[in-house]
């Protein structure tokens, strides 16, 4: 594939809910540019994007794919990504590497959640976007009805440039309202002529108002439009682009995907209004204790960030990159700041699916692909030797849904560990913690999809098989009331015996208080040496458990009296004199259980919010609060036992379509209902 210049870059992310056809899209653009001799089908497993096996199996997208072609002298880089709310860090990814997202609204279905989260991180981003109207071709779609769900749901900025010509299985061309100007499709026979009678009002009216609204923002424009002179189509355009460019323009255009009307037209918008990496602000570099702005000029000091790392199982791990600043060659050597590895970018390739596209050389705003780099991961950063520069590394999701994971095979627990590192280098999103007190290796994602499909990869490409388990929660153990016991070891089986006796009284402390140990032994009953051993032996006790056999947290331990032996006591003697004794204490002080509390901020929209709050009454939740959010959301803020969460991510995509989002933070324990502690302790200790 041959290099292009910054200028005749664009980077373009396919972003919106699952379903809206997206991998279609892609297909379809592909096609048109001779990219590829014809269309693969989702359902199929036929697609260039959609070319993992996962993907193949389920029929749907799962991760981010790269799809470049070749158009009227400009090469467009897509970014196709899934819609499922399991995947939206992949499409979190593409917003941040692409310079425009097009958001893909099916006609049929309208704005749903997902394209509305993504809109809202876009434009957090400030990143320039256009909505392509899809699916203008089935039963019950409608452009009027999805326009203005697009203008309630997205705001301000929402400007037509076509309108459908025929309706449903009618659905035959697009009207172009800059230059009204009718494109038609008729199978593979396109024509162009005047716009349909039945419509021309309307079109000529809709064009005058985006006329007017695309002028206003160039004074000289405006001057001779007020003055009954029409702008070129040209120059509208450049004031569009202009628009675009700002992010204060959200062009609007429609056809069909599957029927590949209005195609073309969507690929010439993008290279007519959409930015080049040059249009785009400057990346902000970390130099040392300077923060530096770069610009993608070809010519300038080569800088590239990897995002994104692929396990490939001919070529080994594959690197993609984004070239910030300069051009990268075959070979080239870049040094990694963070490692201070020298990386050979040996046999650089452009991707296209899974496809290897081979390029000599790759420039500033392009994005390409290279093979085993030996210590770079994504988020990193490569230079030239001795320029210890830094990006900011991709932001990725905290994890939502666990799952406890272990080797079928337990001679595999070896190799499962060096896998799981390798997925967790692909997909930033997956991560792995080791919970000793329970015993349990956990992988966190953002949703039991998310979980399945990795797993299943583990499998397939690293040849571990893994069983799944529920993750375990911490229980602890603490007292309510107070206990007394006196312990004792007495053991004499010839030469020096082991003799020891501890009075103990156990109390209750405040929750998150910890252990208080007192020695109120008077008169030497217990050698002082020997006082370490016995505060010693209620830690390692309580590490242990108590009567429910938990961890005991929050008591105070009062050493009251005790006897020695002036031969026969030891440090040891006295460890276990205590044991003995604060395990009998504990039992008569009323315990009880503790579990662990998490603090939930669960953002959902507010014509749902009654099902939310009653479902987690039901999980024992007490609601702190409600919070008025932008966009008809609202935030609730509860506090909820954490063993209540563990599907809480599926279940509340399941009550919400997908919109409802949350966080949660760690609060404490509290004292878990008595009908759950004989389970609890089974759980701690399985």
Known sequence: MRSFAPEAIRNVALVGHGGTGKTTLAEALLVEAGAIPRPGRVEDGTTTCDFEPEEQRRGVSLGLALAPFEWNGHKINLLDTPGSPDFLGEASLALRVADMAVFVV???????????????????????????????DRDRSSFDGTLAELRDALGAGIAPLELPIGSEGAFHGVADLLSETAHLYDGGE????????????REHEIHDNLVEGIVVGDDDQLERYLGGESPSVEELEHTLARGVDDATVFPVVCGSATERIGIDRLADFICEIGPSPVDRPPVEVQAGDTTVEVSPDASGQPLVQVF?????????????FRVLSGTVRNDDHLVNPRTGTDERLHGLFALCGKEHLDVAEVQAGDIAAVAKLAGTGAGDTLARKGTPVSVEPMPVPEP?????????????????????????????ALVIRRDDEVHQTQLGGQGDLHLSVALERLTRKFGVAVATDEVRIPYRETITGTGTAEGKLKKQSGGHGQFAVVSLIVEPRGRGEGLEFVDEVVG??????????VEKGVVETMAEGGALGLPVVDIRVRLVDGKHHP??????????????????????????????IARLFVTVPSDVQGEVLGDLSTRRGRVQGTIPADDGETVIDAVVPVGELNRYAVDLRAMTGGAGRFVTEPAGYDVAPSHLTPAVGAVTHD
């Open 106 to 136: 099916s006609a049929v279905d309208g704005v749903q959640p997902g394209t509305r989260r993504l809109w809202r991180e876009a434009a957090a981003l400030g990143l320039p976007r256009m909505v392509f109207v899809n699916k203008l």
């Open 190 to 201: 396109r024509s162009s002529g005047p716009v349909p009678d039945d419509m021309f009002d």
């Open 308 to 320: 994104r790392t692929t396990a490939d199982p001919f070529v080994g791990q594959v690197a993609l």
């Open 400 to 428: 939502v849904h666990w799952v406890a994971v272990s080797a079928v095979d337990a001679a595999d627990e070896d190799k499962l560990a060096t896998a799981l590192h390798r997925l967790v280098e692909e997909d930033p």
């Open 524 to 533: 030497g009953a217990i050698p002082r040496q020997f006082i370490p051993a």
């Open 567 to 596: 031969v026969d006591s030891s440090e040891m003697a006295f460890k276990g004199a205590t044991r003995a004794g604060l395990r009998e204490a504990l039992a008569a002080a009323s315990p009880v259980a503790l579990e662990p």
